[in-house]
């Protein structure tokens, strides 16, 4: 939801928080730069977790190496040691026994930060020295002391709010206690103006909390039945409201925008089928099918096209941009890379250069004579199939008549710049073209249903025929001579092998220098009676191209590599794939370098060489490598590790940031809010029924500036 202080709604959970009992002009400072301007934020700013008194462990029932959380009142406290290796160290208690809390470094900030007799709940694992402790925990402020009567009718439940407090919260008083002690009376004040938006139909039939119930409740719930209602309630509201985004993107795609018909079906389509080197598989075909259907009607194709990797979604998109050649169109493939780029452009003009069909390449490393040429060709009709990166959005290109746009990974733009491309159709033909949006890295259910839930989608689930799962393993550092011995039968035996290190934005120049140092060194060692070279980002585009293209042709054995080779790269030959450091890969890219192999009919491997330390989550993510080859079930786990926002970049979607909600926790909430908000547009497309007045008003301040971002899909 918004957090400006001009987009509100105008009544009274408007007013600005400085008039507020208990904020003045520094509280509502530091409370701005927490994005609460006004009573709305101040109701809508939900408490992080909850301690429930009743499940709280007492002193007495501490265990080592617990990870707990415990109540306590300061009894003591101190900075203990001599000069550079103090400590401060707090003494809590109960009524059953005492914890002592230490902190190293800055004692005398820590010692600043308690004072005797403040109830304090901390959270930690418990240690043993000379009694418990806990290093370091987690701290909350629950009470001054027992005269603060204020405070202590806040603090009689056995449910207590906790919430996230920045520092310049922290030092105008507004930690989690402090932020109790505003919140309140800011609720009883105006709870009573929350009115509910969603209908009474809605909220009956899905048996909603009320929401001025559920904002008091979520703040202040009296017994975790409320809380989990008002959470329930909340979460609802969340997600109803980013589903009826799609909603009406999708009622607009169908009945208000004017697409192109692409009716013909001509000789240079039959002309492709026969020339293939290979049958399509039954999934491919039913893509097709879906594609097709699509595109002969009058109004804009919008659709999904997921493919695990090696699953062939790149001749799906070549048939759908000839269907626009054939039909008197132009087409368009945006990648995210130059090397991804160049890779669709070889592999396009091999299949469509004999069937009569320009492609050309426009990328950002092209000469100025070079790129002018292209851009008259694009301009003037003689190029139908443009594809590139970002530089196709660029101002100075201009089409013909653009009618089909291809995206792949579309994850990896942004909303602007594939509303830039999607122009460059509309004010080529006065129509918006028919759109394509491609994805090797599949999407669980959860968040295709909050990020794509408005485009038809079509999965491709099955791989060409001949294709062997990809046998993976990791191993240790110390493992590596094995390995290699193990590459070197298979080099033996005329196959390939590729050997990635890991290329970390922050630290190029060391991982290029450690890829160059690693190919020296093999090329001179193990591998000195094989054929290797060495592939990486700082290379022209032809270096790269020849490298690649020797590989290909199997001029070279092993090709040493950072991460370029992660999509794009096919040679059937290549049946090893060696991940060195893969403890600092993630899910997605590891499944998306484990799929260079595995193109041709021999077994493939894919061997991951981790070196500890190694994290939690770095060992879920190898072991899951080695468990499966489904994409969708690795996605899942990135998605529980990552959580949604990073998993998908959800920002640049124009999705809201959800405060409450969690498509993948949630998905039973998001599937009845899902229902709910596509019937009412189904009902009232325009939101304009009386009973759906609210729903209209809330949106319209609410939603309607990242409604222009997510017409771009």
Not at 142 to 157: H, K, R, V
Not at 242 to 248: C, D, G, K, Q, V
Not at 317 to 329: D, F, K, P, Q, R
Not at 620 to 636: C, H, P, W, Y
């Amino acid at each position: 939801m918004s957090s400006s202080a001009t987009d509100r709604s105008p009544n009274i959970l408007s007013t600005a928080i400085q008039y507020l009992k208990g904020i003045g002009e520094k509280r509502a400072e530091a409370l701005n730069q927490s994005g609460i301007f006004t009573v709305y934020d101040l109701l809508y700013y939900f408490p992080r977790r909850y301690l429930d008194r009743t499940t709280m462990l007492k002193m007495r029932e501490l265990k080592k190496d617990q990870t707990v959380t415990v109540i306590g009142k300061v009894a003591a406290k101190g900075i203990q040691g001599g000069r550079g290796k103090s400590r401060f160290v707090i003494q809590l208690t109960d009524e059953t026994g005492v914890l002592s809390c230490v902190w190293f470094n800055q004692t005398k900030y820590w010692e600043k930060q308690f004072m005797i007799g403040e109830m304090l709940a901390v959270s930690g694992k418990v240690g043993y020295f000379a009694g418990y402790q806990m290093v370091h925990p987690e701290y909350d402020r629950l009470t001054d002391d027992s005269t603060d009567t204020e405070d202590q009718l806040i603090n009689t439940g056995s449910i207590i709010p906790l919430y996230p407090s920045s520092e310049f919260l922290k030092k105008v008083g507004l930690d989690t206690r402090g932020l109790r002690k505003v919140i309140r009376p800011a609720l009883e004040r105006f709870v009573a103006e929350v009115h509910d938006i969603l209908p009474e139909t809605i909220i009956s039939h899905y048996q909603l909390l009320k929401l001025h119930a559920a904002l008091w409740h979520i703040h202040f719930p009296e017994s975790m039945h409320q809380l989990h209602a008002a959470q329930s309630r909340l979460k609802f509201d969340e997600l109803f409201y980013l589903e009826l985004m799609l909603a009406l993107r999708k009622n607009r795609i169908v009945h208000q925008q004017k697409g192109i018909e692409f009716t013909y079906v001509g000789e240079r389509i039959h002309k492709l089928a026969e020339q293939l080197p290979f049958e399509l598989t039954n999934a491919q075909k039913r893509v097709l099918h879906e594609i097709r259907a699509d595109m002969k009607k009058p109004h804009p194709m919008f659709r999904l096209l997921q493919g695990d990797v090696g699953s062939g979604k790149t001749i799906i998109s070549l048939i759908t941009m000839l269907i626009a050649v054939e039909n008197g169109y132009q087409a368009a493939l945006m990648a995210p890379t130059e090397i991804l780029a160049e890779q669709h452009f070889l592999t396009s003009r091999t299949f469509l250069q004999s069937v009569g069909v320009n492609v050309e390449l426009l990328i950002g490393a092209q000469k100025s004579a070079e790129r002018n040429a292209i851009l008259e060709r694009l301009q003037n009709g003689e190029c139908n199939i443009a594809i590139g990166t970002h530089a196709l959005i660029q101002d100075q290109v201009v089409f013909k008549n653009l009618g089909v746009i291809v995206i792949d990974e579309q994850h990896r733009f942004g909303v602007l710049q594939r509303a830039s491309l999607m122009e460059k159709g509309i004010s080529s033909t006065q129509n918006t073209p028919d759109v394509l949006v491609m994805t090797a890295t599949p999407i669980p259910r959860t968040l295709s249903l909050t990020l794509y839930g408005d485009l038809d989608v079509s999965i491709i689930d099955e791989l060409p025929q001949g294709r062997k799962p990809i046998n993976t393993s990791w191993r240790y550092a110390n493992k590596r001579p094995q390995i290699f011995d193990f590459v070197k039968d298979h080099l033996y035996k005329g196959q390939q092998a590729y050997i990635v290190y890991p290329l970390v934005e922050e630290s190029e120049k060391l991982d290029l220098q450690a890829a160059s140092e690693s190919y020296e060194e093999l090329s001179n060692g193990v591998f000195a009676n094989n054929k290797l070279a060495l592939l990486h980002g700082r290379m022209t585009n032809d270096e790269k191209d020849s490298v690649m293209t020797s590989f290909k042709r199997g001029e070279i054995d092993v090709l040493v590599s950072t991460t370029v080779i992660e999509v794009g790269v096919d040679v059937p030959n290549a049946t090893i794939m060696v991940v060195e450091h893969a403890e600092r890969f993630g899910l997605t890219q590891l499944h998306q370098l484990r799929g260079r192999v595995g193109r041709g009919t021999e077994q493939s491997y894919c061997i991951l060489i981790a070196t500890p330390p190694i994290s939690d989550d770095g060992m879920v993510r190898l072991n899951t490598m080695a468990q499966t080859n489904d994409g969708f079930k690795i996605s899942e786990v990135d998605l529980k590790l990552r959580g949604p926002g990073e998993f998908f970049g959800t920002r640049q979607h124009g999705m809201p940031e959800l405060r409450i909600a969690n498509p993948l926790e949630d998905m039973n909430v998001l599937v009845k809010a899902r229902e709910a908000a596509f019937e009412l547009i189904n009902d009232d497309p325009h939101l304009l029924a009386p009973q759906n007045e609210m729903v209209h008003h809330h949106f319209k301040h609410h939603y309607a500036e990242r409604m222009k971002l997510i017409q771009v899909g």
